[in-house]
């Protein structure tokens, strides 16, 4: 994939992040910090679907944003085509192993 | 072929924010802070997991966390995020054309157009803002604002 396009993509998932993460944020100081963390709520949370899938979006686009910009960072200390290649593809199954251990979570508290 | 390894400083140069400027300090703030961050949400959806033991691994999770550490650490977790999230609109925006000055011919003393008040003004302005997001989770934190 060109460089410029992986750019795109690490930016257009930030934009969009700040806006879910904020919401994300904003639930845990409208009915107050410690009570928001209580099992039942959170609970309650997992079980709204809207939320859910937010959460669930949240997940994807930060996992895809961080693990870009992780790349960014050992790319800069470093290069060379097997190095850049090993990092490629390490930051990659790293992602997709985050995204899928934090669906399992997601998925199992919403079926309850 | 020019054996020019001797240029290569590795991380020893990349995080060394000497000599360049605030902009230059801008640039290792947003790596350690993206790192951090990094670290902090792989962290947050192992806790976040605790959940499927049930009220008892949820609540142990929760205890471990709200403590005058747990509560500190949240903190630089919430100046980072604001640093990084305002400085990088600021990149982004730099990265698009906007606010980097336009082409000039080079002229003594060489000042370069991208680095100007607008930008200095959007790294201190992320500064500041980390410095305020995190005093008010720390009071929400402790208790200080519901």
């Given amino acids: 994939m060109r460089e410029s396009i992986i750019m795109k993509i690490h930016y257009g998932s930030a934009l969009a992040a700040v806006g879910l993460v904020a919401v994300h944020i904003l639930m845990r100081l409208t009915q107050g910090y410690a009570e928001s963390l209580e099992y039942a709520n959170v609970i309650r949370n997992y079980h709204f679907l809207p939320y859910a899938g937010m959460l669930e979006i949240i997940l994807i686009l930060l996992s895809i944003h961080g693990f870009i910009g992780l790349r960014v960072i050992l790319l800069e200390l470093k290069q060379g085509r097997i190095y850049e290649k090993v990092i490629s593809y390490s930051c990659f199954i790293a992602m997709i192993g985050l995204i899928t251990y934090g669906t399992r979570t997601i998925i199992m508290v919403n079926m309850g | ?146």
């Fill in chain 2, 1 to 146: 072929m020019t054996n020019n390894s001797e240029n290569k400083k590795g991380i020893g140069g990349m995080i060394d924010p000497r000599r360049y400027g605030i902009e230059r300090i801008a640039y290792l703030l947003m790596r350690l802070s993206g790192l951090g961050l990094l670290v902090y949400f792989i962290a947050h959806i192992y806790e976040t997991s605790k959940i499927l033991q049930g009220q008892f691994g949820w609540n142990e999770m929760i205890a471990s966390t709200q403590t005058t550490h747990g509560h500190i650490i949240l903190a630089i977790i919430i100046g980072m995020c604001v640093f990084h999230t305002v400085n990088g609109i600021r990149v982004m925006l730099g990265h698009g054309g906007v606010g980097v000055g336009t082409p000039t011919r080079p002229d003594y003393p060489y000042s370069p157009a991208s680095q100007n008040i607008k930008h200095k003004i959007g790294i201190y302005s992320a500064i500041i803002l980390a410095a305020i997001a995190m005093m008010y989770g720390l009071a929400v934190m402790f208790g200080e604002l519901k």
